[in-house]
């Protein structure tokens, strides 16, 4: 049996060592000041000529606007990494490499056209990121993003709206008649309603696009099943799961890639010092805790002389 005694010892040595370690690592984070002292590069993109809609064919220019807002020149500044969908290129991206002092901007230009998977699904996007070798004071924008509409095509999205008894996203449960069912786009604007019928199925007609769905008086269960996308000449199917609620928050954007989420093939980008902190200090603990526990085991079953 362990006494309080060395049960309070136990966890003073083990908070000592979690202090010791979580001081350590903020000594190993940059600070401010330091971050002070780096360039931080800004990058937006452009895209010519501007148009409310884009057809399949037509020739753009998309600009890489970069800023650098730091105190440091940025050295062999590049574009590290990126993703795009809908456009067509004949070229690789830029492969351009320049220092920037502070305060300065430097654009270049990449020539595409808008190709056929921009109409089924409606749009065309892209994200680009940069990166120096003098360091980066704010990573979290340095990816340059852009989207741009293409309408003309509509496929269909079928489904069933179910009540989820079980708890378990199981579609086989019965379906829920009668309800309204809205579909709103990206922006939040509704691009169509309907009714379900007997079973709980529904069937609707919709520009190619991503869509969120809602049911008033009910809340949709997980945190995608709302999101749907629709591909011209195709067919999405979806099963919304409901639980009892109030009515369902607004769309979630999910066609553009946003700042804390890059898009496919980007690196990660963005501070993570607050989550290695919080890693580093559970595991020193537990370690710590562990290494006590296990020095006093040995004492315990030493032999007396």
Request: glycine share 12%; charged share 15%; proline share 7%.
């Amino acid at each position: 049996m362990i006494s309080a005694h060395p049960l309070r010892r136990l966890l003073l040595s083990t908070a000592a060592l979690a202090a010791a370690g979580i001081a350590s690592a903020g000594i190993v984070a940059p600070s401010p000041a330091m971050a002070a002292s780096l360039p931080d590069l800004q990058v937006k993109i452009a895209v010519a000529p501007v148009k409310a809609t884009y057809a399949v064919g037509d020739t753009i220019t998309t600009t890489f606007i970069v800023v650098n807002v730091g105190a440091a020149t940025a050295k062999n500044a590049r574009i590290e990494g990126g993703n795009e969908e809908g456009i067509d290129r004949k070229t690789d991206e830029p492969s351009d490499q320049f220092d920037l002092a502070p305060g300065a901007s430097r654009s270049f230009a990449w020539a595409g056209t808008v190709g056929e998977a921009a109409a089924v699904q409606g749009f065309a996007t892209g994200a680009w990121a940069f990166t120096n070798d003098a360091g980066e004071a704010n990573p979290d924008d340095n990816t340059g993003r852009f989207r741009i509409e293409v309408p003309g095509s509509t496929g269909v999205l079928s489904g069933k709206v179910y009540v989820d008894v079980k708890g378990d996203f199981d579609s086989d449960q019965p379906g829920l008649a009668g309800v309204a069912l809205t579909v709103a786009d990206a922006k939040g604007k509704t691009a169509g309603t309907t009714k379900t019928g007997a079973d709980g199925a529904f069937t609707m007609t919709l520009p190619a696009g991503v869509y969120v769905l809602s049911v008033a008086g009910w809340k949709v269960e997980g945190e995608n099943s709302a999101n749907a996308q629709v591909l011209g000449g195709q067919t999405a199917s979806i099963a919304l799961p409901l639980v009892p609620g109030g009515s369902q928050p607004g769309p979630t954007r999910t066609a553009t890639p946003a700042p804390s989420s890059p898009a496919p093939g980007l690196p990660v980008t963005g501070s993570q010092t607050g989550r290695t902190l919080l890693v580093g200090a559970a595991v020193i603990v537990i370690g710590a805790a562990a290494f006590v526990v296990g020095r006093r085991r040995r004492r315990r079953f030493v032999l007396p002389d």
